[in-house]
């Protein structure tokens, strides 16, 4: 009983041990694809140590239970961890006994997966030693190195790109007793990662384990590229560099080295060196040549380097001024600083790769250069410094002047490179052309001389513009003339060189000017054909009335104004208005000649107009009524016999061609018209002839006329008035 009761309480004591059977975990499987590389080691026989790999796309919240199960033990270890390995004390390691080994991974409550089955006993399971792994990468290769073990042994390789989360493993396998291994076609931009073992044999009681991962840092083989620069004033003798750079192989990149050089360097080759871990920097320093050495480094070394020399900078304002006076072979240099300085640095030279520095403590105000070269544009510097060590000249200097001059100017040695010749014109065109070199000028540039010569007639001309002018308008030009243009600098020595001969012909016509003469033509022929006609038909009637006699108005004739005081405008009833309206197709066209015969003459009759009788009509006709208005009664015993009679007479009268003097269309149709009018009554009434012819009274005359062109009054009598009504007419 004593012992049961100890063995409940051994039991429940023992957390970590419990009855496990494989086949008590019903939810347990394998992953196909889960590579699980389970291996468990002693080390220095204290603890055992088990690692293994993640489950693929595994989540983060899952969970490894490591499971060891001892041989005749009933009871198994379980321990789980969020891990990948697990260190098991010495306490719970039974080292003679073998053990199985396996682990699960616990996706949810209801879902394990787990890892093949390992057998080892804990006393032989040591781990077997790699000593000295050396790596470097060479371009595109790979190369390690390892030490031999002290048995044969043959070893396996893997490799990944560092700093890519995608990239994977890659099993690489080596000769027996290999000592070193080459990996070739590799990235030759990027890191790798790698580990090494040995492969398990039946001669070796050691387990073979990864090493740890051994970074192989990409060799920096590319230089740093300038993306950006900035060069700034901030106070008078300080500018502000701003500095920026790329490089291709930045994620192998730890940091980088920036050398700051004084030119000229004075100091004895003492470079100023700043460690930057980002790609720029910013300093504030004189206005003298500095040469920056900018290069990257990492593991395995440093990158090439790029230089960059600060450009020159022309300040707007500066403390003082320096003034350079040519004598003889020697320049003095004269300037007056605004205080006296522990010192001043003087740099002269013709350029950044020929400058010369000097060093003056004592406080003087001048400085004398010898050994100059003619015809060299030489710049000088003065800075001035509270601190005169080399060190601390580009913290503390400040620059004071800054001067250029020649020891001897002599004239430009060549013309500007390119000159051309743009919008030519009828009279004028644009030249253009660039500068002269400094180191071509030889002297202070004064200004250009455009030369241009007329080739036809050999006359030349020149216009002069100043040293900052590179095109300039020539006007006065020739139209359809050719030239030929030359430019030379010019300096206090003289004219230079002249430039290459460039040749134009200028135009005939303006731009636009020809379009403008050729529609002023098409307007004026389109004008005149529209005017033409007019003025030819005016001429026309001019020349007619110049070259042919004028014939007279036709209402100026006395013909007409006879008939118009014989023809009273009373007598013209509604019924002659009716019938001149109807007569609106009659147009007189032609001109008609009759000769005058003496032998012929129309005496015509005058009618009789008795008033009386038409009242006693009238009066009868009020008197009957319902009766016709146009009759009375009286005449409705007329005989058709008279009335035929009278048709006859009527018709005789028409057939008779009264002529008249230079009477129109019109006048004929009005004359028509009144003796229709006279007729007419006689026409409808003949038994008004009877009475007409027995009763005196008033005699008026009346003119029978028809139609007729112009005709001559000559061929026209009119008949006396008498008491009579009608005569025949008389031919002779």
Known sequence: MKHFLLLVSMALLTT???????????????????????????????????????VPCAPKTTTYTIILKWDKIPRCFERTTASMSITIERKFIYMNRAVIIWVSANYSHESYVKTKNISII????????????SA??????????????????????????????????????TANDAVNVTVSNLNSMSSYVIQLRCIPSEDHHCVCVWSKEILVPHKLIDKPRISANETIEINPGKISIFLQWQIAQSRNV??????IERISNSCNDRLERINVTERRVHLNLSMAYYRFNISAYNEAGESPQITYVVPDFTATVLPGQITAIPQGNNTVVTWTPEYIPKCFVVDWGTGKEDMHTKIITKPMGNFTLDHLQPYKLYKIMVHASDICECESFMRHERTFG?????????????????????????????VKWTEVPAEDCLGFLQGYRINYTDTMKNLSLAVAVNSSTTCYLLTGLKEKTAYRVQISGVTTAGEGAQSRSQFFTTLKYDKGEFEGIVAALCLGITSTMFFLPIICSLMLRRSRKLCWPTVPDPKNSSAIQEVSRNIP??????????????????????????????????????????????????????ESAGGSPDTCPSLLKISE?????????????????????YTSMEFNQKAMLSLALNLLPLAVHPHMEGKLNNRPGKVEQRTLFTSQDYVKQSQVEFTPTGPTLMEETSLS
């Open 122 to 133: 804990p006393s032989k399971a040591e781990k077997c030693a790699i000593h000295s792994i």
């Open 569 to 622: 405008q009373a007598s013209q009833g509604p019924t002659s208005n009716l019938l001149l309206q109807t007569q609106t197709d009659n147009d007189t066209t032609s001109l008609h000649v009759i000769e005058e015969d003496s032998k012929a003459s129309l005496k015509l009759q005058p009618f009789i107009e008795d008033t009386e009788d038409n009242s006693e009509c009238d009066a009868g006709q009020s």
């Open 641 to 661: 016999k008279a009335i035929a009679t009278e048709k006859e007479r009527v018709i005789s009268r028409m057939r008779a061609p009264l002529l008249s003097d």
């Open 16 to 54: 970590d041990s419990s009855d496990c059977l494989e086949s008590d975990l019903p939810f347990c499987k394998q992953v196909p694809d889960w590579h699980d590389e389970l291996t468990c080691y002693t080390e220095r026989k204290i603890s055992l140590v088990c690692s293994w790999l993640p």
């Open 402 to 430: 800054v001067t250029h001059f020649y020891s001897v100017q002599g004239v430009p040695r060549t013309g500007p490179a390119t000159v051309k010749i743009s919008n030519i014109m009828k009279h004028s065109a644009i």
């Open 136 to 173: 470097h990468q060479l371009s595109n290769r790979l190369i390690i190195k390892w030490d031999a073990p002290k048995k044969s042994m043959q070893y396996e390789l893997q490799y990944k790109e560092a700093h890519s989360a995608a990239s994977e493993w890659i099993l690489v396998s």
């Open 254 to 259: 730890i940091g980088y080295y920036v050398n």
